[in-house]
Protein backbone atom coordinates (compact mmCIF):
# COMPACT_ATOMS: atom_id res chain seq x y z
CA UNK A 1 0.00 0.00 0.00
CA UNK A 2 2.77 2.10 0.22
CA UNK A 3 0.77 5.17 1.17
CA UNK A 4 0.11 6.17 -2.46
CA UNK A 5 -0.93 9.95 -1.62
CA UNK A 6 1.88 10.59 0.21
CA UNK A 7 4.00 9.17 -2.57
CA UNK A 8 2.06 11.36 -4.78
CA UNK A 9 2.67 14.49 -2.87
CA UNK A 10 6.21 13.56 -2.38
CA UNK A 11 6.61 12.82 -6.33
CA UNK A 12 4.93 15.56 -7.51
CA UNK A 13 6.56 18.32 -4.88
CA UNK A 14 8.19 20.49 -7.99
CA UNK A 15 4.84 20.43 -10.03
CA UNK A 16 3.97 23.95 -10.59
CA UNK A 17 6.78 25.20 -8.26
CA UNK A 18 7.98 27.51 -10.90
CA UNK A 19 4.86 29.29 -10.27
CA UNK A 20 5.26 30.39 -6.93
CA UNK A 21 9.08 31.24 -7.11
CA UNK A 22 10.28 34.79 -8.14
CA UNK A 23 14.09 35.16 -9.33
CA UNK A 24 16.21 35.57 -6.46
CA UNK A 25 19.70 37.38 -6.88
CA UNK A 26 21.61 35.20 -4.59
CA UNK A 27 20.63 32.57 -6.71
CA UNK A 28 23.23 33.88 -9.30
CA UNK A 29 26.39 32.75 -7.15
CA UNK A 30 25.22 29.25 -6.19
CA UNK A 31 24.08 28.51 -9.58
CA UNK A 32 26.80 29.54 -11.85
CA UNK A 33 28.40 26.46 -10.05
CA UNK A 34 25.31 24.00 -11.31
CA UNK A 35 26.74 23.27 -14.50
CA UNK A 36 30.38 22.21 -12.84
CA UNK A 37 29.22 19.89 -10.67
CA UNK A 38 26.96 18.57 -13.57
CA UNK A 39 29.29 17.71 -15.53
CA UNK A 40 31.20 16.15 -12.70
CA UNK A 41 28.28 13.98 -12.31
CA UNK A 42 28.02 12.72 -15.48
CA UNK A 43 31.36 11.20 -15.40
CA UNK A 44 30.11 8.91 -12.34
CA UNK A 45 26.84 7.69 -13.93
CA UNK A 46 27.92 7.88 -18.09
CA UNK A 47 24.58 9.87 -18.73
CA UNK A 48 25.06 12.79 -20.57
CA UNK A 49 23.45 16.13 -19.84
CA UNK A 50 21.96 17.34 -22.54
CA UNK A 51 21.47 20.88 -21.16
CA UNK A 52 22.24 23.69 -18.90
CA UNK A 53 19.91 23.10 -15.40
CA UNK A 54 18.37 26.30 -14.24
CA UNK A 55 17.78 27.25 -10.84
CA UNK A 56 16.90 29.59 -8.55
CA UNK A 57 15.52 29.44 -4.44
CA UNK A 58 12.04 29.24 -2.92
CA UNK A 59 10.78 29.99 0.51
CA UNK A 60 9.62 27.83 3.08
CA UNK A 61 6.37 29.35 3.03
CA UNK A 62 5.75 29.02 -0.31
CA UNK A 63 6.34 25.61 -0.30
CA UNK A 64 3.95 25.03 2.40
CA UNK A 65 1.38 27.23 0.54
CA UNK A 66 2.10 24.65 -2.54
CA UNK A 67 1.50 21.34 -0.59
CA UNK A 68 -1.93 22.44 0.93
CA UNK A 69 -2.95 23.35 -2.71
CA UNK A 70 -1.51 19.95 -3.97
CA UNK A 71 -3.24 18.05 -1.93
CA UNK A 72 -6.38 18.80 -3.02
CA UNK A 73 -5.33 18.48 -6.24
CA UNK A 74 -3.69 15.15 -6.46
CA UNK A 75 -6.59 13.86 -3.92
CA UNK A 76 -10.17 13.76 -3.95
CA UNK A 77 -11.29 13.93 -0.12
CA UNK A 78 -12.54 10.10 -0.53
CA UNK A 79 -9.11 9.08 -1.71
CA UNK A 80 -6.97 10.61 1.58
CA UNK A 81 -9.81 9.13 3.47
CA UNK A 82 -9.68 5.74 2.01
CA UNK A 83 -5.84 5.58 2.63
CA UNK A 84 -6.48 6.86 6.04
CA UNK A 85 -8.35 4.49 6.80
CA UNK A 86 -5.78 1.73 5.35
CA UNK A 87 -2.84 2.63 8.09
CA UNK A 88 -5.26 2.63 10.91
CA UNK A 89 -6.82 -0.25 10.23
CA UNK A 90 -3.30 -1.74 9.93
CA UNK A 91 -2.47 0.16 13.06
CA UNK A 92 0.22 2.26 11.62
CA UNK A 93 -1.11 5.27 12.91
CA UNK A 94 -3.31 6.71 15.44
CA UNK A 95 -7.28 6.77 15.10
CA UNK A 96 -7.09 10.39 15.30
CA UNK A 97 -4.52 10.91 12.74
CA UNK A 98 -5.07 13.78 10.05
CA UNK A 99 -2.95 12.01 7.40
CA UNK A 100 -3.40 15.69 4.89
CA UNK A 101 -2.18 18.21 7.51
CA UNK A 102 0.73 15.64 9.08
CA UNK A 103 1.60 14.62 5.52
CA UNK A 104 2.08 18.63 4.57
CA UNK A 105 3.78 19.23 7.51
CA UNK A 106 6.39 16.87 7.48
CA UNK A 107 7.30 17.30 3.75
CA UNK A 108 7.49 21.40 4.60
CA UNK A 109 10.07 20.96 7.06
CA UNK A 110 12.26 18.69 5.06
CA UNK A 111 12.27 20.12 2.30
CA UNK A 112 15.41 21.19 0.99
CA UNK A 113 15.70 21.49 -2.37
CA UNK A 114 13.82 19.88 -5.72
CA UNK A 115 14.32 19.25 -8.78
CA UNK A 116 10.88 19.92 -11.29
CA UNK A 117 10.78 17.79 -13.50
CA UNK A 118 7.94 19.30 -15.40
CA UNK A 119 9.68 22.71 -15.49
CA UNK A 120 13.25 21.73 -15.95
CA UNK A 121 14.19 23.54 -13.22
CA UNK A 122 15.69 23.31 -10.20
CA UNK A 123 14.74 24.74 -6.72
CA UNK A 124 16.66 25.27 -3.31
CA UNK A 125 14.96 26.09 -0.11
CA UNK A 126 16.29 29.86 1.24
CA UNK A 127 16.52 28.12 4.79
CA UNK A 128 19.33 25.77 3.40
CA UNK A 129 22.64 25.98 5.50
CA UNK A 130 25.25 27.38 3.02
CA UNK A 131 27.50 24.73 4.02
CA UNK A 132 25.24 21.99 2.61
CA UNK A 133 24.01 23.95 -0.37
CA UNK A 134 26.43 22.36 -2.83
CA UNK A 135 25.95 18.75 -1.81
CA UNK A 136 22.03 19.55 -2.53
CA UNK A 137 22.69 21.15 -6.00
CA UNK A 138 24.73 17.55 -6.83
CA UNK A 139 21.72 15.75 -5.86
CA UNK A 140 19.17 17.41 -6.99
CA UNK A 141 21.19 17.45 -11.14
CA UNK A 142 21.59 14.17 -10.42
CA UNK A 143 17.65 13.94 -10.80
CA UNK A 144 17.94 16.60 -13.46
CA UNK A 145 20.56 14.26 -15.58
CA UNK A 146 18.30 11.23 -15.36
CA UNK A 147 15.29 13.27 -15.94
CA UNK A 148 17.22 14.10 -19.54
CA UNK A 149 17.82 11.04 -20.29
CA UNK A 150 15.05 8.75 -19.09
CA UNK A 151 12.06 11.32 -18.53
CA UNK A 152 11.53 11.17 -14.75
CA UNK A 153 7.39 12.23 -15.23
CA UNK A 154 6.61 9.05 -17.50
CA UNK A 155 8.97 6.72 -14.98
CA UNK A 156 7.05 7.33 -12.44
CA UNK A 157 3.81 7.34 -13.78
CA UNK A 158 5.11 3.63 -15.40
CA UNK A 159 5.00 2.44 -11.92
CA UNK A 160 1.52 3.88 -10.06
CA UNK A 161 0.20 0.13 -11.43
CA UNK A 162 1.25 -0.77 -7.99
CA UNK A 163 1.78 0.52 -4.42
CA UNK A 164 4.53 -1.23 -3.58
CA UNK A 165 6.38 -0.83 -7.06
CA UNK A 166 6.01 2.77 -6.78
CA UNK A 167 8.17 2.96 -3.70
CA UNK A 168 10.74 0.93 -5.22
CA UNK A 169 10.64 3.56 -8.11
CA UNK A 170 11.07 6.24 -5.87
CA UNK A 171 14.02 4.65 -3.99
CA UNK A 172 15.80 4.31 -7.74
CA UNK A 173 15.35 8.25 -8.12
CA UNK A 174 16.35 8.79 -4.88
CA UNK A 175 18.82 6.10 -3.94
CA UNK A 176 20.77 7.03 -7.48
CA UNK A 177 20.66 10.98 -6.81
CA UNK A 178 22.01 9.98 -2.84
CA UNK A 179 25.02 8.20 -4.23
CA UNK A 180 25.96 10.26 -7.22
CA UNK A 181 25.82 13.24 -4.25
CA UNK A 182 27.89 11.06 -2.13
CA UNK A 183 30.21 9.87 -5.04
CA UNK A 184 30.87 13.82 -5.49
CA UNK A 185 31.66 14.55 -2.19
CA UNK A 186 34.08 11.59 -2.05
CA UNK A 187 35.61 12.46 -5.05
CA UNK A 188 36.17 15.88 -3.55
CA UNK A 189 38.13 14.17 -0.68
CA UNK A 190 40.39 12.00 -2.56
CA UNK A 191 38.16 8.88 -2.26
CA UNK A 192 35.28 6.88 -4.13
CA UNK A 193 32.24 4.83 -3.06
CA UNK A 194 33.61 1.59 -5.77
CA UNK A 195 36.12 0.71 -3.20
CA UNK A 196 34.97 1.82 0.14
CA UNK A 197 31.78 -0.14 1.91
CA UNK A 198 32.17 1.15 5.26
CA UNK A 199 32.18 4.73 3.70
CA UNK A 200 29.15 3.39 1.17
CA UNK A 201 27.18 2.63 4.57
CA UNK A 202 27.91 5.77 6.61
CA UNK A 203 26.90 7.81 3.63
CA UNK A 204 23.53 5.54 3.69
CA UNK A 205 22.91 6.38 6.77
CA UNK A 206 22.87 10.16 7.27
CA UNK A 207 19.42 10.44 6.58
CA UNK A 208 18.71 8.33 10.06
CA UNK A 209 20.19 11.02 11.99
CA UNK A 210 18.43 14.31 12.92
CA UNK A 211 19.41 15.45 16.01
CA UNK A 212 16.95 17.21 16.99
CA UNK A 213 16.58 19.57 14.03
CA UNK A 214 13.30 18.04 12.67
CA UNK A 215 10.78 17.72 15.26
CA UNK A 216 7.88 17.08 12.95
CA UNK A 217 9.60 14.01 11.80
CA UNK A 218 10.63 12.89 15.16
CA UNK A 219 7.10 12.99 16.91
CA UNK A 220 5.73 11.43 13.67
CA UNK A 221 4.54 7.85 13.53
CA UNK A 222 6.93 5.00 12.89
CA UNK A 223 5.38 4.47 9.68
CA UNK A 224 5.47 8.07 8.12
CA UNK A 225 9.59 7.98 9.51
CA UNK A 226 10.77 4.95 8.25
CA UNK A 227 8.82 5.45 4.24
CA UNK A 228 10.30 9.29 3.83
CA UNK A 229 13.93 8.32 4.33
CA UNK A 230 13.47 4.64 3.21
CA UNK A 231 14.17 5.97 -0.76
CA UNK A 232 17.23 7.66 -0.21
CA UNK A 233 18.67 5.16 2.64
CA UNK A 234 17.97 1.40 1.05
CA UNK A 235 17.81 3.10 -2.46
CA UNK A 236 21.36 3.97 -2.12
CA UNK A 237 22.39 1.10 -1.04
CA UNK A 238 20.65 -0.56 -4.02
CA UNK A 239 22.37 1.45 -6.56
CA UNK A 240 25.59 0.73 -4.87
CA UNK A 241 24.78 -2.79 -5.65
CA UNK A 242 23.94 -2.68 -8.90
CA UNK A 243 27.06 -0.51 -9.71
CA UNK A 244 29.06 -2.81 -8.02
CA UNK A 245 27.80 -5.41 -10.37
CA UNK A 246 27.20 -3.22 -13.21
CA UNK A 247 29.27 -0.59 -13.44
CA UNK A 248 28.34 2.82 -15.03
CA UNK A 249 25.80 0.88 -17.20
CA UNK A 250 23.61 0.13 -13.90
CA UNK A 251 23.02 3.80 -14.02
CA UNK A 252 20.41 4.02 -16.63
CA UNK A 253 19.87 0.02 -16.43
CA UNK A 254 18.09 0.48 -13.19
CA UNK A 255 15.32 2.86 -15.47
CA UNK A 256 15.45 0.84 -18.46
CA UNK A 257 14.25 -2.17 -16.00
CA UNK A 258 13.33 -1.25 -12.83
CA UNK A 259 12.44 -3.14 -9.92
CA UNK A 260 8.76 -3.92 -8.91
CA UNK A 261 8.92 -4.28 -4.75
CA UNK A 262 10.69 -2.75 -2.36
CA UNK A 263 11.86 -6.52 -1.48
CA UNK A 264 13.94 -5.90 -4.92
CA UNK A 265 15.23 -2.84 -3.19
CA UNK A 266 16.17 -4.05 0.27
CA UNK A 267 17.47 -7.61 -1.64
CA UNK A 268 19.00 -6.25 -4.66
CA UNK A 269 19.93 -10.10 -5.48
CA UNK A 270 16.13 -10.34 -5.46
CA UNK A 271 16.26 -7.64 -8.78
CA UNK A 272 19.12 -9.42 -10.41
CA UNK A 273 17.18 -13.04 -10.19
CA UNK A 274 14.22 -10.92 -11.31
CA UNK A 275 12.20 -12.27 -8.49
CA UNK A 276 8.53 -11.08 -8.09
CA UNK A 277 5.88 -10.61 -5.79
CA UNK A 278 3.35 -13.25 -5.17
CA UNK A 279 -0.13 -12.47 -5.31
CA UNK A 280 -1.84 -14.35 -2.53
CA UNK A 281 -5.58 -15.19 -2.64
CA UNK A 282 -7.55 -12.25 0.13
CA UNK A 283 -10.14 -14.51 2.36
CA UNK A 284 -13.79 -14.23 1.31
CA UNK A 285 -16.29 -13.96 4.56
CA UNK A 286 -19.00 -13.32 2.33
CA UNK A 287 -19.77 -10.51 3.85
CA UNK A 288 -23.73 -9.52 3.33
CA UNK A 289 -25.48 -6.88 1.38
CA UNK A 290 -24.05 -3.32 1.93
CA UNK A 291 -20.43 -3.99 1.45
CA UNK A 292 -18.53 -2.54 -1.02
CA UNK A 293 -14.51 -2.36 -2.27
CA UNK A 294 -13.29 1.05 -1.10
CA UNK A 295 -9.34 0.52 -1.04
CA UNK A 296 -6.83 -2.42 -1.74
CA UNK A 297 -3.50 -3.02 -2.98
CA UNK A 298 -0.27 -4.18 -1.68
CA UNK A 299 2.09 -4.22 1.40
CA UNK A 300 5.33 -5.01 0.78
CA UNK A 301 8.29 -5.90 2.53
CA UNK A 302 8.68 -2.40 4.28
CA UNK A 303 5.50 -2.05 5.64
CA UNK A 304 5.61 -5.46 6.88
CA UNK A 305 8.60 -4.15 8.42
CA UNK A 306 7.38 -1.33 10.14
CA UNK A 307 4.35 -3.68 11.40
CA UNK A 308 6.76 -5.79 12.81
CA UNK A 309 9.35 -3.02 14.27
CA UNK A 310 6.24 -1.33 15.29
CA UNK A 311 4.51 -3.72 17.15
CA UNK A 312 7.61 -6.33 17.63
CA UNK A 313 10.63 -4.74 17.40
CA UNK A 314 13.45 -4.43 16.05
CA UNK A 315 15.02 -7.54 16.36
CA UNK A 316 11.97 -9.54 15.41
CA UNK A 317 11.44 -7.36 11.98
CA UNK A 318 14.63 -7.86 11.00
CA UNK A 319 14.44 -11.90 11.10
CA UNK A 320 10.95 -12.03 9.74
CA UNK A 321 10.40 -9.16 6.82
CA UNK A 322 13.05 -10.34 4.36
CA UNK A 323 10.93 -13.99 4.33
CA UNK A 324 8.06 -11.66 2.46
CA UNK A 325 6.83 -13.16 -0.72
CA UNK A 326 3.78 -10.80 -1.48
CA UNK A 327 1.23 -9.46 -0.03
CA UNK A 328 -2.58 -8.03 -1.02
CA UNK A 329 -5.53 -6.31 1.22
CA UNK A 330 -8.71 -4.98 0.50
CA UNK A 331 -11.00 -2.69 3.21
CA UNK A 332 -14.51 -3.27 2.04
CA UNK A 333 -17.28 -0.58 3.94
CA UNK A 334 -20.58 -0.48 4.30
CA UNK A 335 -21.62 2.93 4.94
CA UNK A 336 -25.00 2.51 6.16
CA UNK A 337 -23.78 0.90 9.22
CA UNK A 338 -20.92 2.58 9.68
CA UNK A 339 -18.71 -0.39 9.33
CA UNK A 340 -15.10 -1.23 7.58
CA UNK A 341 -13.64 -4.84 7.02
CA UNK A 342 -10.14 -5.15 6.25
CA UNK A 343 -9.23 -8.36 4.16
CA UNK A 344 -5.28 -8.94 4.27
CA UNK A 345 -3.40 -11.84 3.04
CA UNK A 346 1.03 -12.34 3.29
CA UNK A 347 2.80 -14.96 1.87
CA UNK A 348 5.82 -15.90 3.23
CA UNK A 349 9.10 -17.45 1.44
CA UNK A 350 8.94 -21.03 3.92
CA UNK A 351 6.09 -21.91 6.57
CA UNK A 352 8.34 -21.25 9.57
CA UNK A 353 8.55 -17.61 8.70
CA UNK A 354 5.04 -17.68 8.65
CA UNK A 355 4.25 -19.10 12.01
CA UNK A 356 6.58 -16.38 12.98
CA UNK A 357 4.70 -13.67 11.46
CA UNK A 358 1.29 -15.26 12.75
CA UNK A 359 2.59 -14.99 16.31
CA UNK A 360 4.01 -11.59 15.61
CA UNK A 361 0.80 -10.38 14.11
CA UNK A 362 -1.31 -11.90 17.33
CA UNK A 363 0.40 -10.03 19.16
CA UNK A 364 -0.09 -6.54 16.96
CA UNK A 365 -4.01 -7.27 17.20
CA UNK A 366 -3.61 -7.01 21.13
CA UNK A 367 -1.45 -4.00 20.69
CA UNK A 368 -3.50 -1.87 18.03
CA UNK A 369 -6.71 -2.83 19.99
CA UNK A 370 -7.80 -1.11 23.59
CA UNK A 371 -10.22 -4.10 23.71
CA UNK A 372 -9.43 -7.82 22.48
CA UNK A 373 -11.55 -10.76 23.20
CA UNK A 374 -10.27 -14.48 22.12
CA UNK A 375 -12.82 -16.90 21.64
CA UNK A 376 -11.11 -19.68 20.00
CA UNK A 377 -7.48 -19.81 19.70
CA UNK A 378 -4.96 -22.87 18.53
CA UNK A 379 -1.24 -22.56 17.20
CA UNK A 380 -2.03 -21.18 13.33
CA UNK A 381 -5.84 -19.88 14.36
CA UNK A 382 -7.36 -17.44 15.97
CA UNK A 383 -10.97 -15.46 16.51
CA UNK A 384 -12.50 -13.21 19.07
CA UNK A 385 -13.60 -9.57 19.10
CA UNK A 386 -11.60 -6.48 18.68
CA UNK A 387 -12.29 -2.62 18.76
CA UNK A 388 -14.37 -2.49 15.35
CA UNK A 389 -15.68 -5.94 15.69
CA UNK A 390 -15.06 -9.76 14.96
CA UNK A 391 -11.71 -10.74 13.40
CA UNK A 392 -10.35 -14.23 11.96
CA UNK A 393 -6.14 -14.93 12.36
CA UNK A 394 -5.21 -17.94 10.37
CA UNK A 395 -2.16 -19.36 9.20
CA UNK A 396 -2.56 -22.10 5.75
CA UNK A 397 1.41 -23.09 4.78
CA UNK A 398 3.07 -19.95 4.37
CA UNK A 399 0.21 -17.40 3.84
CA UNK A 400 -1.60 -15.68 6.77
CA UNK A 401 -5.00 -14.43 6.55
CA UNK A 402 -6.70 -11.95 8.71
CA UNK A 403 -9.87 -10.85 8.50
CA UNK A 404 -10.78 -8.30 10.81
CA UNK A 405 -14.03 -5.82 11.68
CA UNK A 406 -16.64 -8.21 10.34
CA UNK A 407 -20.36 -7.88 11.60
CA UNK A 408 -21.59 -10.74 14.11
CA UNK A 409 -22.47 -13.71 13.11
CA UNK A 410 -19.24 -13.74 9.93
CA UNK A 411 -16.67 -14.84 12.65
Not at 138 to 143: D, I, P, R, T
Not at 357 to 372: M, Q, V
Request: glycine share 6%; proline share 5%.
Amino acid sequence: MSSPRLRALLLGLTCAAAALSQTNPRAKDLCSEANRIALDLTKFSGMPLHHPVPCDYITKEKINEFLNKRVKEVAKPEEIRAEELTLKKFGLVPADFDLAKNTVDLLTEQAAAFYDYDKKKLFITESTPEDTQEPVLAHELSHAIADQNFNLAHFIRQGRKSDDGATARLAVMEGQATWMMSEYLARRNGQSLKDSPALVAMMSSLNDSNNGQYPVYENSPLYLRLTLVFPYTKGMLFQNAVFQKDGQYGFAEVFRRPPVSTHQIIHPEAYFANVKPTEPDLPDPHLPHGYKGLVGGTLGELEHTVILEQYAGKERASEIASHWRGCTFELRENKKAGAVVLLYAVEWDNEDAARQYFTAYRGALAKKWKNLHVESETDDFVTGTGDDGHFVLRRAGAIVTSQEGLPAGLH
